[in-house]
C-alpha cells in the first residue's frame, strides 16, 4: 500500500488568497501529497496583540477558497480543542490520527525566520517529513544560523516554486480597509464575501 502523505497547512488565512491556493497546489504536486490538510488557527500564539477577524467568518471564507479541489480537506483539528495552538501540537494529533502517515509541514518564510522562538521546534522537525518553505522576497532569514539553532532543519527543509510570490493577508486587508483593488487577489466567492460583510474596512 503507498505511504499516505499529508501535508499540513495552518494559518489564520484572514482573508484565504490565491498566494495561499498557489503555495498549496504546487506543493502538493512537488510533494506528491495524498491530500493536503487546510488547519485554520483559531488563536494564534504569534498574533495575540492583533485584531483577527471572527473565526466563523474566516472559517466561511477557507470553505469557500478550498471546495473545488479534492486534494484540500478543511481540518477543524485546531478548532475543536482550547488553545493557544502549537504548530507542534498539531503535528502530533495528525500523527496519532496517521500513524503511518509521512506529514509534510508548510510555511511561510516569515515563520521559517521565527522557527527558533516556536514551542517544541527541534521536536517538530523530527516528527515532520520535510518542511515547505515558500521564500518571498524580503523574507529574512541566515540558514546557517537557523540550521546551528536547529539541528536536523537543514535535511528537512525543501523550498516551494511558485510564480507568485508577494501577495499576502496584510495588504488585502489593507487595500479592502482603504477602497483599493484587491478583487483579483482571492477567489470571486471569498470576494464577494467580504464585501457584503464589509469585512476590514474598520480594521
Same mark, same amino acid.
Given at each position: 500500500?503507498?505511504? /499516505?502523505?499529508? =501535508?499540513?497547512?495552518?494559518?489564520?488565512?484572514?482573508? &484565504?488568497?490565491?498566494?495561499?491556493?498557489?503555495?498549496?497546489?504546487?506543493?502538493?504536486?512537488?510533494?506528491?501529497?495524498?491530500?493536503?490538510?487546510?488547519? /485554520?488557527?483559531?488563536?494564534?500564539?504569534?498574533?495575540?496583540? !492583533?485584531?483577527?477577524?471572527?473565526?466563523? !467568518?474566516?472559517?466561511?471564507?477557507? %470553505?469557500?477558497?478550498?471546495? @473545488?479541489?479534492?486534494?484540500?480537506? /478543511?481540518?477543524?483539528?485546531?478548532?475543536?480543542? *482550547? =488553545?493557544?495552538?502549537?504548530?507542534?501540537?498539531?503535528?502530533?494529533?495528525?500523527?496519532?490520527? %496517521? &500513524?503511518?502517515?509521512?506529514?509534510?509541514?508548510?510555511?511561510?518564510?516569515?515563520?521559517?525566520?521565527?522557527?527558533?522562538?516556536?514551542?517544541? @521546534?527541534?521536536?517538530?522537525?523530527?516528527?515532520?517529513?520535510?518542511?515547505?518553505?515558500?521564500?518571498?522576497?524580503?523574507?529574512?532569514?541566515?540558514?546557517?544560523?537557523?540550521?546551528?539553532?536547529? *539541528?536536523?532543519?537543514?535535511?528537512?527543509?525543501?523550498?516551494?516554486?511558485?510564480?507568485?510570490?508577494?501577495?499576502?493577508?496584510?495588504?488585502?486587508?489593507?487595500?479592502?480597509?482603504?477602497?483599493? &483593488?484587491?478583487?483579483?487577489?482571492?477567489? &470571486?466567492?471569498?470576494?464577494?464575501?467580504?464585501?457584503?460583510?464589509?469585512?476590514?474596512?474598520?480594521?
Amino acid at each position: 500500500m503507498p505511504t /499516505l502523505r499529508i =501535508g499540513l497547512f495552518g494559518g489564520t488565512f484572514d482573508p &484565504p488568497h490565491l498566494g495561499h491556493l498557489i503555495l498549496a497546489s504546487e506543493a502538493s504536486y512537488q510533494f506528491n501529497l495524498s491530500k493536503l490538510l487546510w488547519v /485554520l488557527t483559531p488563536n494564534p500564539p504569534h498574533k495575540q496583540n !492583533q485584531q483577527i477577524t471572527a473565526l466563523e !467568518q474566516r472559517l466561511t471564507m477557507l %470553505e469557500l477558497a478550498v471546495a @473545488n479541489n479534492p486534494d484540500f480537506e /478543511l481540518s477543524r483539528v485546531e478548532i475543536e480543542r *482550547p =488553545g493557544p495552538h502549537y504548530t507542534v501540537d498539531t503535528v502530533n494529533l495528525i500523527a496519532q490520527q %496517521e &500513524p503511518q502517515a509521512e506529514i509534510f509541514l508548510l510555511i511561510g518564510g516569515d515563520s521559517l525566520h521565527d522557527l527558533p522562538t516556536w514551542k517544541n @521546534n527541534r521536536e517538530l522537525i523530527h516528527k515532520v517529513h520535510q518542511i515547505g518553505v515558500m521564500h518571498r522576497p524580503g523574507d529574512k532569514f541566515n540558514p546557517a544560523s537557523l540550521f546551528a539553532q536547529l *539541528p536536523g532543519l537543514k535535511e528537512k527543509l525543501v523550498f516551494i516554486e511558485t510564480l507568485l510570490h508577494t501577495l499576502s493577508s496584510r495588504e488585502i486587508r489593507r487595500r479592502a480597509k482603504e477602497g483599493q &483593488p484587491y478583487q483579483y487577489y482571492v477567489l &470571486p466567492a471569498v470576494y464577494d464575501y467580504i464585501e457584503k460583510r464589509h469585512l476590514y474596512q474598520n480594521s
